[in-house]
């Protein structure tokens, strides 16, 4: 079982920048192929992908948050970062992680507690 603690959330200004981190802990194991994504979700909206990092670094970007957003992972710590600048209002959202199907979209885990991002404008 993999839990997801999610942190670095806060309020900031459009403009401004955020660093969120997506720490696993307990039976954590690599899954073949599998990908670790960063996940929002705004009010009275579906979660959505934001971007996913593969075990051998390839990235992807939903394009909203293309040139904006920077997914990194340190496998050592089994912790994935996700750098966020020139934040926008629209960015206001919780944030979550979790493995993935990079293929498929399928999630493995239960979902953390996540972290609220808040944009003011």
């Known amino acids: 079982q993999v839990q997801f603690v999610e942190s670095g959330g806060g309020l900031v200004q459009a403009g401004g920048s955020l660093r969120l981190s997506c720490a696993a802990s307990?039976?954590?194991?690599?899954?073949?192929?599998?990908?670790r994504g960063w996940y929002r979700q705004a009010p009275g909206k579906q979660r959505e992908l934001v971007a996913a990092?593969?075990?051998?670094?390839?990235?992807n970007y939903a394009d909203s948050v293309k040139g904006r957003f920077t997914i990194s992972r340190d496998n050592a710590k089994n912790t994935v970062y996700l750098q966020m600048n020139s934040l926008k209002p629209e960015d206001t959202a919780v944030y979550y992680c979790n493995d993935m199907n990079p293929r498929t979209g399928f999630t493995f885990h239960s979902w953390g507690q996540g972290t609220q991002v808040t944009v003011s404008s």
């Open positions: 990092i593969s075990s051998v670094g390839i990235t």
């Open positions: 307990g039976s954590t194991f690599s899954i073949n192929g599998a990908a």
